[in-house]
């Protein structure tokens, strides 16, 4: 029997809902309220509602103790996905490529009907809200006008991925020499497994993984400062980098390296050595630039080849 569309859409918005909770750097135990997430994912209460009875079914969510609503219970890693797949998964996968092609290649203007993005897809609504869903919870896109979409602006190339390179040295640097810096021993265990996981060679972990895993590791770090206005800025920056990153991270040469790396920066943090830190730091940021920004000048070429592919399969 297939899925009734209400509920594949709260299963989508559940996704949502768990990115958002990454993003923020949610602890089990916190207090889900559906206003405030309501209007971080640009919806109303009652789907919400219907996406936190989903994340409940899954144990990822438990009714408070002492007052009315759901906490947060458990928040698995960016790339696990305990909700399951939904049936039109493999549509869904080749709907969104094309966007993000179309997307880059500025075939999408940065406003667009709902009814002018449906013809432009050929797709039915429900298919179609659950990729913008997804969109929406990565932040290149947020809810338009009269119901329709705008799409953010991203970084589409090697000039703003120099940009943003310069951007991420100051903040993640500052961040660590922040007063009262402090890595939560469960946070830096946390960040070894996930690390460690992507060099399990039974894992195979794909890009949307490598980007979410890797950009995770580097906002947890500022999360740390403490600083709220440094944490704001690096996480509005990794929304623009991420559809970009995923391209890049479809590349895997430097993966075992960027691991590596990472967990020597993670062993000084460790140590409260932060000025040792800071210059691993640093020294990992450099290192990927050129490689990005190679990746990027072939960015456009590759996310065609996935838009024609999928227009074909359509």
């Known amino acids: 029997m297939a899925r009734p569309p209400a509920e594949t859409l709260h299963r989508s918005l559940a996704r949502a809902i768990l990115e958002h909770l990454r993003e923020q750097g949610a602890e089990p135990g916190m207090r889900l309220a559906e206003t405030g997430l309501a209007s971080a994912l640009g919806t109303s209460r009652a789907p919400v509602r219907g996406a936190l009875g989903i994340l409940a079914q899954h144990g990822l969510a438990a009714p408070a103790a002492n007052s009315r609503g759901l906490v947060l219970r458990q928040l698995p890693p960016a790339g696990d996905d305990p909700l399951g797949d939904d049936r039109d998964s493999d549509a869904a996968e080749r709907l969104y490529w094309r966007l993000a092609a179309d997307r880059l ?45 705008r799409f953010l602006p991203l970084i589409d190339g090697p000039a703003a991925e120099d940009e943003a390179y310069w951007t991420r040295r100051a903040l993640e640097t500052a961040a660590l020499q922040a007063p009262g810096y402090a890595l939560a021993p469960a946070t830096a265990a946390r960040l070894r497994r996930e690390q460690e996981s992507l060099l399990d060679a039974g894992a195979a972990p794909g890009p949307r993984t490598i980007f979410e895993l890797n950009s995770g590791f580097h906002l947890a770090l500022v999360q740390a400062s403490g600083n709220r206005f440094l944490t704001d800025a690096a996480a509005r920056l990794t929304r623009l980098r991420r559809l970009a990153g995923y ?14 790396e990472h967990m020597a920066i993670l062993e000084r943090l460790e140590a ?15 290192a990927g630039r050129a490689a990005r920004a190679r990746l990027l000048t072939a960015a456009a070429d590759r996310l065609g080849q996935m838009s024609k592919a999928s227009r074909r399969d359509a």
Do not use: C, F, K, N
Not at 118 to 147: D, F, H, K, N
């Open 105 to 149: 290649e500025g075939r999408i203007p940065d406003s667009i009907a709902e009814a002018a993005l449906l013809r432009r897809t050929g797709v039915p609504r429900g298919s179609l809200q659950r990729v913008m869903l997804r969109i929406l919870a990565e932040g290149w896109v947020e809810r338009g006008a009269a119901g329709g979409w």
């Open 247 to 260: 391209v890049v991270a479809l590349d895997t040469t430097r993966l075992a390296t960027q691991v590596t």
């Open 272 to 286: 409260d050595d932060r000025v040792a830190a800071t210059d691993l730091l640093i020294r990992h940021l450099e």
